[in-house]
């Protein structure tokens, strides 16, 4: 294994390498976060991956009995979530030292963490918003960039790193497309600290997810990303499968006006949210001809199943290659 890379977020987490294993629904398990964390990264899943609560509670303690090294857990922060509450307390409760917030306000998460030493790094897709958490007292953001598997955002990293490192004093950790070390020395050199994959991990041994979803990733080219509302509401990059085609990438028309309409929106935008996270379900962990599925646009440089521990050696070599590369490109 190489030496360390030394940036303010692995300083912060005190970790050896900059690279979160980002929180995926349905994707992430324990063993995905065990082992990114024992590789020196830093793994993480989204508390809702677990349920009942008791099940969170067992994994969050599972991990914890399985590796020393600092761990992370997403919590939605939006009115979708009624267990954020009780997902923050538990791993608090549990020792976990790094929370990755999406989709709302992140301030209780920033307050209660704080309290136990733990580090809340905030999604965010623009300047406006990472203000907005800087200002809460977040301790990094995370970069949430065109080409993203989830929620991605639409600007491109290579204007979004710089743009957000304008105003913000605080580490930001890039998202969205990486899969490649080389990627990785790019939006250090933006000004990134760190790196937060999902798409890559979706294609490892650790992951349970049914055998298609891996091939899928495997096969898949970038041209092959498309971004749907049909799955929360929010813009999600799923394969255009074509289940998906079939079905469209919009919301039917009397969803969208009672999703937009003043008095039918707080029953219809949850109401969504649920019916979609049970097509993913469906879709992720059995065969069906039902297939959506979540991916970026890295998938195009996904071209083999490999172990949690071999996708992190792989991105840190092909990072120390590509920075030694570009150092012999400087001024003579
Ligand atoms: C299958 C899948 C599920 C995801 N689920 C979540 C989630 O539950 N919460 C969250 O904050 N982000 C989620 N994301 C976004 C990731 O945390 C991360 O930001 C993204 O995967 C980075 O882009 P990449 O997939 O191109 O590496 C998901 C991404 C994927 C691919």
């Given at each position: ?272 949210h649920l019916m979609g996270m049970k097509s993913l379900e469906e879709a ?49």
């Amino acid at each position: 294994m190489l030496k360390k890379i030394k940036t303010p977020f692995t300083e912060m987490m005190k970790i050896d390498y900059p690279i979160i294993a980002a929180p995926m629904f349905l994707v992430s398990n324990a063993d995905i976060v065990v082992q990114a964390s024992e590789s020196g990264g830093i793994g993480t899943f989204p508390a809702l991956n677990y349920r009942p609560i008791e099940k969170y509670v067992e994994a969050l303690k599972e991990i914890k009995s399985r590796t020393k090294k600092p761990i992370g857990v997403n919590i939605i922060v939006n009115k979708s979530n009624a267990r954020q509450n009780e997902d923050l307390k538990h791993a608090l409760d549990n020792g976990v030292e790094l929370f990755i917030t999406s989709l709302g306000s992140p301030k209780e998460v920033i307050k209660e963490a704080h309290k136990n030493g733990a580090k809340v790094l905030c999604d965010v897709t623009n300047l406006e918003h990472a203000l907005k958490v800087q200002d809460m007292g977040a301790d990094g953001v995370i970069a949430v960039s065109s080409g993203a598997g989830g929620h991605a955002g639409p600007i491109s990293p290579l204007v979004l790193i710089p743009w957000l490192k304008t105003r913000l004093q605080i580490p930001i950790v890039a998202a969205g497309g990486i899969s490649h070390g080389s990627m990785m020395s790019a939006v250090l050199a933006l000004g990134a600290s760190g790196v937060s994959v999902g798409t890559r991990f979706i294609a490892s041994y650790e992951a349970q997810v049914d055998e298609a979803y891996k091939e899928a990733i495997i096969k898949s080219t970038p041209e092959d990303i498309v971004m749907t509302t049909r799955v929360s509401g929010t813009p999600a990059a799923v394969i255009n499968t074509p289940y998906v085609q079939k079905i469209g990438t919009d919301l039917p028309w009397a969803m969208k006006v009672l999703k937009d309409h003043k008095m039918t929106k707080k029953y219809m935008v949850p109401l969504i949210h649920l019916m979609g996270m049970k097509s993913l379900e469906e879709a992720a962990s059995k065969p069906t001809w039902k297939t959506v599925w979540t991916a970026g646009q890295s998938v195009g440089l996904v071209e083999e199943i490999l172990s949690v521990k071999e996708i992190y050696e792989k991105l840190i070599t092909e990072y120390d290659e590509s920075v030694k590369n570009l150092s012999s490109l400087g001024l003579d």
